[in-house]
């Protein structure tokens, strides 16, 4: 008898952990809340990803290291990413203090590999050892905004480039031949099955952020009525299209992916995409909720709306040809999906929001519609799908 390999699942420190994620989605979401600037735009696609690539260093040290991993660099972790979280609601203020947060945070996730003699290189993503990323950061401490905030995005920029072309090994090549080699090297690989279910955690968390946002935006109205109740219905709604696309349908939060797809360094960046435009979505959600007295979105609320959407449809055609799962009916989807926010995006201003979402929902439904059927069988024969 073959004896099966029990399923890992997220530790509670794990658990605790992603508490710090809760409160950053929550504030990085208010950049782009009501706004129509370019400017606030980009700076929330900076400071999402320096958060989602702080985060995202602490969760792959718990996925490797499961019930070894130290409570105190966790907690320390913790700490630094509150401070983040804490800047983002006057940035031009705290910039330094998100600045500084953030390199603390990615020098300490660096340490934690370090032991006595040896140092373990994460071979899947080497971007959780400090590098050339961190030093426009650092320089940054001596800039003013807006040079200050293009020096986090270069940081950023290189941290990208070295998670999709550089490996552990190369990493470690590249140390042994240094002036101060290490005498030891130890290379770790990522849980990817347990890695998913993380990323998949932080998407219930952005989807999360947008339940929040609708019910804050709810109780600034004194009298629900019926053009209020639809519109939230209409949010709640699309939330659960975009639940059963990313987490029922998909794989760590990314639209109808098959698990054994992609490798980390490609599923990192397209998570971090998705949530991205998730939290934006939830974003737009409270715009459209305080938008019912007024009868129509702005135009600004209307393409943030459709344009995370027609996004969003666009990542799951990619996995889904990316998994083997392409067939006729996703070309109805994709036109569906692409083609139903340009075209609220255009003509959508005349809608009430309650009509405008509810519309919207249909730009995500055929999609769903298209894998109940697999589903069925696979439910039927008790057997894992594709």
Not at 71 to 95: I, Q, R
Not at 359 to 384: C, F, I, K, N, Y
């Amino acid at each position: 008898m073959i004896k099966k390999t029990e399923e890992r699942h997220a530790s509670w420190l794990e658990l605790f952990f992603d508490l710090v994620a809760v409160a950053g989605v929550a504030q990085l979401s208010h950049l782009v809340r009501g706004t129509t600037s370019w400017s606030d735009a980009g700076l929330y696609v900076v400071c999402f990803l320096a958060f989602w690539t702080a985060w995202m260093c602490f969760t792959v040290y718990g996925n490797v290291t499961g019930e070894a991993a130290r409570t105190m660099p966790v907690l320390l972790a913790m700490a630094g990413l509150v401070f983040m979280a804490g800047s983002v609601h006057d940035l031009g203020e705290h910039a330094q203090g998100f600045a500084v947060s953030y390199v603390a945070v990615r020098a300490l996730a660096s340490r934690v590999w370090e032991g006595r003699g040896n140092q373990r290189i994460i071979v899947e993503w080497p971007v959780v050892h400090a590098g050339m990323g961190v030093v426009p950061w650092v320089v940054s401490f001596w800039v003013d905004a807006p040079g200050k905030y293009a020096l986090w995005a270069l940081g950023l920029a290189i941290d990208l480039v070295a998670g999709l072309t550089m490996s552990g090994e190369r990493v470690a090549e590249w140390a042994s031949q240094s002036k101060r080699p290490m005498p030891g090297w130890a290379f770790a690989h990522l849980d990817l099955a347990h890695f998913g279910e993380r990323l998949g955690l932080f998407t219930i968390i952005v989807l999360g952020e947008g339940v929040l946002t609708v019910t804050e935006a709810m109780t600034e109205v004194p009298e629900w009525e019926w053009p209020l109740l639809a519109t939230v219905l209409g949010v709640l709604a699309l939330l659960a299209a975009l639940w059963g696309a990313a987490l029922f349908q998909g794989f760590g939060g990314i639209p109808y992916l098959a698990q054994a797809a992609w490798g980390p360094r490609v599923l990192l960046p397209v998570h971090c995409l998705v949530a991205g435009l998730l939290a934006a979505l939830a974003a737009g959600f409270g715009d459209a909720v305080e938008s019912v007295s007024h009868g129509h979105l702005a135009a600004g609320t209307r393409w943030l709306l459709c344009g995370c959407v027609a996004a969003f449809t666009v990542v799951g055609v990619v996995a889904r040809v990316a998994s083997g799962r392409w067939k006729r009916w996703d070309f109805v989807a994709v036109l569906a999906g692409i083609g139903i926010p340009a075209g609220l995006g255009f003509a959508g201003g005349t809608l009430t929001p309650a009509r405008f979402l509810w519309v919207l929902v249909l730009a995500v439904v055929p999609g769903l519609v298209r894998e109940l059927p697999r589903r069925g069988r696979v439910a039927a024969s008790g057997a894992d799908g594709p």
